[in-house]
């Protein structure tokens, strides 16, 4: 996996905008970043994931820098149950195992 | 759809049995599954990978006697923990991946507690 190197905590007010960054510096043109969440003492959770584009669902955007190198997950109107260890990773290859980092632990207050 | 269940959530034995965790694809075929153990305040640690029909692979420092996993269909995958010690309460989850799926689903996760 590409290593990828994140903060380990922010907080974020509630109904505002959470930009979570990631930076994947050795990621190879073929790897994918994904981001998953993980609420206390639950399985991590599918955000989203890209590979070159600009990605948005019903959960967040993805914004990945054109040189692919770094990446934002962007939580449009944060919510305290986003409160949660974020995860971004970039597996060698799509489909192989997934190596979770440290994560940003976000804290959502009200 | 891609929903896994894994059961139990919780269990608690005594040291020197053994648990066995299952997890199931219950709406698609996992051809792989993946087994992770997360101690308190830690992150995720993958312990082995299963693929259908053949032998897990584990990571470094994993026991496979300890730790036996079971791939024997396309819907479930089993990780026994023999001969259970304390020091192996954990929290054990598994993530499974179907031919058609590009992503990766995980079960809820197992609170295993040995006492």
């Known amino acids: 996996d590409a290593k990828t190197t994140q903060p380990p905590s922010m907080d974020c007010a509630e109904g505002r905008a959470a930009n979570l960054p990631c930076n994947h510096s050795?990621?190879?043109?073929?790897?994918?970043v994904y981001w998953y969440r993980q609420i206390h003492s639950q399985g991590p959770q599918y955000i989203i994931h890209?590979?070159?584009n600009n990605e948005t669902n019903e959960m967040a955007s993805l914004i990945i820098t054109e040189d692919r190198k770094s990446s934002t997950l962007i939580l449009p109107h944060a919510t305290l149950r986003d409160t949660a260890v974020y995860y971004c990773i970039a597996p060698k290859a799509a489909g192989n195992k997934l190596t979770f980092g440290g994560g940003t632990r976000v804290l959502v207050k009200p | 759809g891609a929903v896994v269940s894994q059961h139990p959530s919780r269990v608690i034995c005594k040291s020197g049995t053994s648990v066995k965790i299952e997890c199931r694809s219950l709406?698609?075929?996992?051809?792989?599954m993946f087994w992770y153990r997360q101690f308190p305040k830690q992150s995720l640690m993958l312990m082995a990978t299963?693929?259908?029909?053949?032998?897990?692979?584990?990571e470094q420092g994993v026991e496979k006697d300890k730790f036996l996993i079971n791939h024997a269909s396309l819907t479930l995958s089993t990780l026994t923990v023999t001969s259970a010690h304390p020091e192996d309460s954990s929290f054990y989850i598994c993530?499974?991946?179907?031919?058609?799926?590009?992503?990766?689903?995980f079960g809820s996760g197992t609170r295993l507690t040995v006492v």
């Open positions: 299963s693929n259908e029909g053949s032998k897990a692979t584990y």
């Open positions: 050795t990621i190879s043109g073929n790897e994918y």
């Open positions: 709406d698609f075929q996992a051809t792989t």
């Open positions: 993530s499974a991946r179907g031919r058609e799926l590009y992503g990766y689903t």
């Open positions: 890209g590979l070159k």
